[in-house]
């Protein structure tokens, strides 16, 4: 009889596996909302038709940096049109913006980059994404749920891969790629109160997206350090590297701070569900300078 594995986010929790640094690095994103079942691939094993797939390969191309990512509502499943969201998260730029279509084929004569329309409130998503790993499914789900009860039918969402499976339930909010781990169900309501106020729950928060892994274990260190939750308050002002190691410069709200980084090898851990051995993921640790 095969034993019955762990689940990767169960591991990582009882391993207390630093949450920060690990938000996937993105500066803008291409959402489509698609109503059919999700394969682990979710583009490829979905039932668009090879000219749309391709059309969003061109779409998710064109712009550096970009997480092409399916999105659904349960209850959505017999709306008319079809929702499409673009955002760019990256630092001083962030915007959001929304475009309904008919038909999936739409795609191919629009560009959502140029025709999607700005809107003011913010998205928040929940992977939800069982077939790419199941802690996913298993946390994610009720994540969506919690968001729901809190917020418009149009401002939560659940979605494909986000990255960092063995964290779920993982939640982004746009504009702003801001990245949580590890959100149960009570905690919601505090982390989209916050959110939506502009500030950064520190408890359950991996980093934003924009920045690379070192400058996100800075930014952490630094806002821990002086109570800087504004999503304004922390602002990057320079990076410079030598081999492993990283001094990152921020303007603050508290003035300007310095901080040293360093990429060290974690615990032996399973970084997904899936994962046929355990291994050591890099760690990025901060240290004033």
């Known amino acids: 009889?095969?034993?019955?594995?762990?689940?990767?986010?169960?591991?990582?929790?009882?391993?207390?596996?630093?949450l920060?640094?690990?938000?996937?690095?993105?500066?803008?994103?291409?959402?489509?909302?698609?109503?059919?079942?999700?394969?682990?691939?979710?583009?490829?094993?979905?039932?668009?038709?090879?000219?749309?797939?391709?059309?969003?390969?061109?779409?998710?191309?064109?712009?550096?940096?970009?997480?092409?990512?399916?999105?659904?509502?349960?209850?959505?499943?017999?709306?008319?049109?079809?929702?499409?969201?673009?955002?760019?998260s990256r630092e001083g730029r962030e915007r959001l913006a929304r475009l309904e279509i008919a038909y999936h084929e739409d795609l191919r004569d629009v560009d959502p980059w140029e025709t999607a329309t700005e809107i003011d409130e913010p998205l928040f998503l929940a992977c939800t994404h069982g077939k790419h790993d199941p802690c996913c499914a298993r946390s994610g789900r009720p994540l969506f749920e919690a968001l729901s009860e809190q917020l418009g039918a149009e401002s939560a969402w659940q979605c494909t891969h986000v990255g960092g499976d063995r964290f779920a339930g993982?939640?982004?909010?746009?504009?702003?790629?801001?990245?949580?781990?590890?959100?149960?169900?009570?905690?919601?309501?505090?982390?989209?109160?916050?959110?939506?106020?502009?500030?950064?729950?520190?408890?359950?928060?991996?980093?934003?997206?924009?920045w690379p892994f070192a400058v996100q274990a800075a930014e952490r260190r630094i806002r821990a350090e002086e109570g800087l939750t504004a999503l304004d308050d922390v602002s990057l002002a320079g990076v410079t590297q030598n081999i492993d190691r990283w001094t990152v410069?921020?303007?603050?709200?508290?003035?300007?701070?310095?901080?040293?980084?360093?990429?060290?090898?974690?615990?032996?851990?399973?970084?997904?569900?899936?994962?046929?051995?355990?291994?050591?993921?890099?760690?990025?640790?901060?240290?004033?300078?």
């Open 1 to 18: 009889m095969t034993p019955i594995r762990p689940f990767c986010s169960d591991i990582s929790r009882e391993n207390d596996e630093p």
């Open 20 to 88: 920060g640094a690990t938000a996937s690095r993105i500066d803008r994103w291409l959402l489509v909302e698609y109503r059919g079942l999700w394969s682990s691939d979710a583009l490829a094993g979905s039932g668009l038709s090879d000219q749309v797939k391709a059309r969003l390969r061109e779409l998710r191309a064109a712009q550096p940096r970009t997480r092409l990512l399916l999105i659904r509502r349960p209850d959505r499943r017999h709306h008319a049109n079809l929702a499409v969201y673009v955002a760019d």
């Open 170 to 210: 993982n939640a982004v909010c746009l504009p702003h790629g801001v990245y949580y781990g590890r959100v149960e169900r009570d905690d919601v309501p505090a982390l989209v109160d916050e959110y939506l106020a502009g500030r950064i729950s520190l408890a359950h928060y991996r980093g934003r997206s924009c």
């Open 249 to 289: 410069s921020f303007t603050t709200r508290a003035g300007p701070r310095e901080v040293e980084v360093a990429a060290e090898l974690g615990e032996l851990t399973q970084l997904t569900c899936n994962s046929e051995t355990a291994k050591r993921p890099l760690r990025y640790v901060a240290r004033p300078r």
